[in-house]
């Protein structure tokens, strides 16, 4: 069955780090780009990074350089590593694949589709 489960979020205060875990099954992390999205109550689903199969890599500008997407092959696995984490960081990340037919638009209307995610908190 085609399916993704995230998991590694938390709590945390401002300047900590989490990384967050996409474990896929049903299809390969080879079949195209995998991405994550987060949403903040009240706020639009947001774009945060994308990986390709060849590695090529994309961040929203308001991550970029505190964040890091990985994927683990053997595994089937992404990762998102995030450190200096800032209170406006916190929000419900979820995972999502281009072989599930999804278009990694900057931003979409919700991103309740993909499930429940993984809640990280960033305190100050």
């Known amino acids: 069955q085609v399916q993704l489960v995230e998991s590694g979020g938390g709590s945390v205060q401002a300047g900590g780090s989490l990384t967050l875990s996409c474990k896929a099954s049903?299809?390969?992390?080879?079949?195209?780009?995998m991405g994550w999205y987060r949403q903040a109550p009240g706020n639009e689903c947001e774009l945060v990074s994308t990986?390709?199969?060849?590695?090529?890599?994309y961040y929203a500008d308001s991550v970029k350089g505190r964040f890091t997407i990985s994927q683990g092959k053997a595994q089937n696995t992404v990762y998102l590593q995030m450190t200096t984490l800032k209170p406006d960081d916190t929000a419900v990340y979820y995972c999502?694949?281009?072989?599930?037919?999804?278009?990694?638009?900057?931003?979409?209307?919700?991103?309740?589709?993909w499930g429940q995610g993984t809640q990280v908190t960033v305190s100050s």
């Open positions: 999502t694949a281009e072989r599930l037919n999804v278009r990694f638009v900057v931003k979409r209307p919700g991103c309740n589709i």
């Open positions: 049903g299809f390969r992390l080879d079949d195209g780009d």
């Open positions: 990986i390709s199969p060849d590695g090529t890599t």
